[in-house]
């Protein structure tokens, strides 16, 4: 096999902590770190960066810190023509070019803690939140929205499912989320009522009409595989 090379060595000064994966859009690499930066001092680890990795053709890159985030970005997609980044305090961040390689980061702020969530190619934002659920959902363990984006950049949210762990399954250690064709397809571990074994399972939300209030289905999910985890 071929040797490992190192095409970027994080230092702290230009990040560290490297927590999402790469993205290639128009052939060169894009990505976050949780801390370094900018921000870093000797005393303080930094709040992190937005980057690009540009290969020179002869095994060398470049790269290029687009942004300073200053809020510590957790993960990447790239969807719309933006990048998005999950952000401490409920929060997305949308980052946005002007096409003359200028960047700049703006807050979304959610009314729920998603544990994952997923952008469909217009911008729409699809996710589950398991924690720190709106007061309105008292007793609902875990709630899948869409947070619809409008045209002047803004977000309108809908909550679309949600069930109770009283009387049905409760989802945990949930994986990233795909987006086929307005199906929504995950990994993650369902934990009957009132604990025990739990079930590791591939699961798929079709695509629904937006209900006029929250839907308490007892389980809202297709069920590809399941084991049991003991």
């Given at each position: 096999?071929?040797?490992?090379?190192?095409?970027l060595?994080?230092?702290g000064d230009?990040?560290?902590?490297?927590l999402?994966?790469?993205i290639?859009?128009g052939?060169?690499f894009?990505g976050t770190?949780y801390t370094?930066?900018?921000?870093?001092?000797?005393t303080?680890t930094?709040?992190g960066?937005?980057?690009?990795?540009?290969p020179?053709?002869n095994?060398?890159?470049t790269?290029?810190t687009?942004?300073n985030t200053g809020q510590n970005?957790s993960s990447?997609s790239?969807?719309d023509g933006h990048?998005?980044?999950?952000?401490?305090?409920?929060?997305i961040?949308v980052i946005?070019t002007?096409?003359?390689?200028n960047?700049?980061?703006?807050?979304?702020?959610l009314?729920v803690?998603?544990?994952?969530?997923?952008v469909?190619p217009?911008?729409?934002?699809?996710?589950?939140?398991t924690s720190?659920l709106p007061p309105?959902?008292?007793?609902v363990?875990d709630?899948?929205?869409?947070c619809?984006r409008?045209?002047?950049?803004?977000y309108?949210?809908?909550?679309?499912?949600?069930y109770?762990?009283?009387?049905?399954?409760?989802?945990?250690?949930?994986?990233?989320l795909?987006d086929?064709d307005?199906?929504?397809?995950?990994?993650?571990?369902?934990v009957?009522?009132?604990?025990?074994?739990s079930?590791?399972i591939?699961?798929?939300?079709?695509s629904v009409?937006?209900?006029a209030?929250?839907?308490?289905?007892?389980i809202?999910?297709?069920?590809?595989?399941g084991?049991?985890?003991r």
């Amino acid at each position: 096999g071929g040797a490992l090379t190192t095409p970027l060595l994080f230092n702290g000064d230009n990040g560290d902590r490297p927590l999402s994966g790469l993205i290639n859009v128009g052939g060169n690499f894009f990505g976050t770190t949780y801390t370094g930066g900018s921000t870093k001092t000797l005393t303080y680890t930094g709040s992190g960066t937005f980057f690009e990795l540009s290969p020179q053709g002869n095994g060398t890159y470049t790269l290029n810190t687009l942004i300073n985030t200053g809020q510590n970005p957790s993960s990447l997609s790239y969807a719309d023509g933006h990048f998005y980044v999950s952000l401490p305090n409920n929060q997305i961040g949308v980052i946005s070019t002007d096409g003359l390689g200028n960047y700049s980061l703006s807050s979304l702020s959610l009314p729920v803690l998603p544990s994952s969530y997923v952008v469909d190619p217009s911008g729409n934002i699809f996710g589950i939140a398991t924690s720190f659920l709106p007061p309105q959902f008292a007793g609902v363990s875990d709630l899948f929205f869409e947070c619809v984006r409008n045209p002047d950049g803004t977000y309108t949210t809908n909550y679309l499912l949600g069930y109770t762990s009283t009387n049905s399954f409760h989802l945990q250690n949930l994986g990233h989320l795909v987006d086929v064709d307005g199906v929504i397809y995950g990994m993650g571990e369902l934990v009957p009522p009132g604990g025990g074994n739990s079930t590791a399972i591939v699961f798929a939300l079709p695509s629904v009409p937006e209900p006029a209030s929250l839907l308490l289905l007892a389980i809202p999910l297709a069920v590809c595989f399941g084991r049991k985890r003991r």
